[in-house]
Nanobody
């Protein structure tokens, strides 16, 4: 059984940056799309960004473009979520999920989080004002 482990969360002041990692182990997720979601207290889990297995296809939701980036290093079995100019409203638990590839990674934005099988445990990001 494969495992996804997120890390890199923490407490940061508004305007700061964090780089989250999603590391895969116990199973090869190399040929899987990796998706980042986030969930704030009392809110639905929401899509943040996705990347295909090659790293050539990547998509960040429009509201976060220019501040968030996604990248992967298959040699390290790791996907990264770079977050810059953080705002208090970015505070949430950030999760990564893995899924078999789709034709266009942009379509991930419209797929419910409930359809994903492989999840990490989440990492807390708190942005203070």
């Amino acid at each position: 059984q494969g495992q996804l482990v997120e890390s890199g969360g923490g407490l940061v002041q508004a305007g700061g940056s964090l780089n989250l990692s999603c590391a895969a182990s116990g199973r090869t997720f190399t040929y899987y799309d990796i998706v980042w979601f986030r969930q704030a207290p009392g809110e639905e889990r929401e899509f943040v960004a996705a990347i295909d297995w090659s790293g050539g296809g990547a998509h960040v939701i429009d509201s976060l473009k220019g501040r968030f980036t996604i990248a992967r290093d298959n040699a390290k079995y790791t996907v990264y979520l770079g977050m810059n100019t953080l705002k208090p409203e970015d505070s949430a638990v950030y999760y990564c999920a893995a899924d078999r590839p789709v034709r266009d990674v942009v379509l991930r934005e419209y797929r419910s989080w409930k359809q994903y099988t492989y999840w990490g445990q989440g990492t807390q990001v708190t942005v203070s004002s």
